[in-house]
């Protein structure tokens, strides 16, 4: 179950086995898009305590625009081609598949701010509170 406070509109959450699109929020219900991500039917009251997050992958990432950029046997590093924003994903040790996803953001005064994060909807929040713009997806799940 996810808290409702962090959600908003457009995150992307599992309901029930399903990828789901958050349209709005009140209180512990939920109304959102499903199938396709937009294009499909809109549904009106789920319950916060029936969505789950969707766990970070490389398949994820890849669906985000995210491309790897540097792959070593013990790192690997993702960032965003199409913009001039100052952040990247990596997974840094051994095996690196085990390590968790950081988001780092490079904050222009030489600070490099490193924040773990687990869901596909984290990242979707932090890479709007950074940038004003939505990290949707780039293909139908």
């Not at 199409?82 to 952040?87: G, I, L, Q, S, V």
Request: some cysteine; proline content about 4%.
């Amino acid at each position: 179950m996810i808290k409702t406070n962090e959600l908003r509109k457009g995150n992307i959450v599992n309901h029930l086995g399903n990828f789901i699109l958050i349209e709005s929020v009140f209180g512990d219900i939920v109304n959102v898009y499903a199938a396709d991500m937009g294009g499909g039917a809109y549904i009106d009251g789920i319950d916060c305590k029936d969505i789950e997050p969707i766990p970070i992958t490389p398949e994820w990432l890849n669906r985000l625009g995210f491309l790897t950029m540097d792959y070593e046997y013990d790192m690997i590093d993702w960032a965003r081609p199409d913009t001039e924003k100052r952040f990247s994903i990596s997974q840094n040790g051994i095996p690196v598949e085990k390590q968790p996803f950081l988001f780092e953001y490079e904050n222009g005064w030489g600070d490099n701010i490193e924040v773990e994060v687990k869901h596909v909807h984290e990242l979707q929040n932090l890479y709007f509170w950074l940038t004003s713009e939505e990290l949707t997806i780039k293909e139908t799940v």
